[in-house]
């Protein structure tokens, strides 16, 4: 089967755009931001690195609280999800009103960031703390966040042999529709010219 994004996929014979299952999965960024009105906690399936050095990520959506704090401070925290935080990673993609705390509405244990003055989940796995580089406009009312991670936390339970280890992390990630997944096996696959 074949259908143009413009047309929609009703005209291709599906019930349901497969535009998300198809890039999938996508690791979420439970981005954190701080702003005039308050702090901000909101998961993004819109999200990944963009370079290793200097080291850079970036996340995607509309103008949310997360796109408005960050425009105002420049400042933005990527919090890993593990699978033990899957239910207040959910509460927290609510759509609420300007100014509500996520972090007091999804019961998630808030600290402060080093670099930044910005929030981070406690007991995220890993949390990258973030400078804006780029916000660029994308076409639908949407929004790109550039950042480069300037610190980087990691709790001792997840590192082994030096290694932030996924298997004890078992991050979580999006798939498409309402459908999500989580590492739980990771494998180790050498280059041939290692």
């Known amino acids: 089967m074949f259908y143009e994004p ?5 005209n291709g014979g599906l019930p349901h755009n497969p535009f998300k299952a198809i890039v999938a999965p996508r690791p979420i960024g439970w981005i954190s931001t701080r702003g005039g009105l308050g702090d901000n906690l909101a998961p993004y399936s819109f999200f990944n690195a963009v370079n290793d050095a200097p080291m850079q990520v970036m996340f995607a959506g509309g103008m949310k609280d997360s796109i408005s704090n960050l425009r105002e401070t420049g400042a933005f925290a990527v919090n890993v999800v593990a699978e033990s935080m899957i239910a207040e990673m959910n509460a927290s993609s609510e759509s609420v009103a300007r100014g509500v705390d996520e972090f007091a509405r999804a019961g998630v244990e808030k600290a402060e960031c080093v670099a930044i003055d910005c929030p981070r989940v406690a007991m995220a796995p890993a949390v990258l703390e973030c400078r804006l580089v780029h916000l660029l406009e994308l076409a639908g009312e949407n929004w790109m966040a550039v950042g480069e ?22 991050p979580v990630a999006r798939l498409g529709y309402m459908d999500y997944a989580v590492v739980r096996e990771p494998f180790e696959l050498r280059r041939p010219d290692e």
Do not use: M, N
């Open 149 to 170: 991670v300037v610190g980087v936390h990691i709790r001792e339970e997840y590192l082994r042999a030096g290694r932030f280890d996924l298997g004890l992390v078992r």
């Open 6 to 10: 413009k047309v929609g996929p009703r």
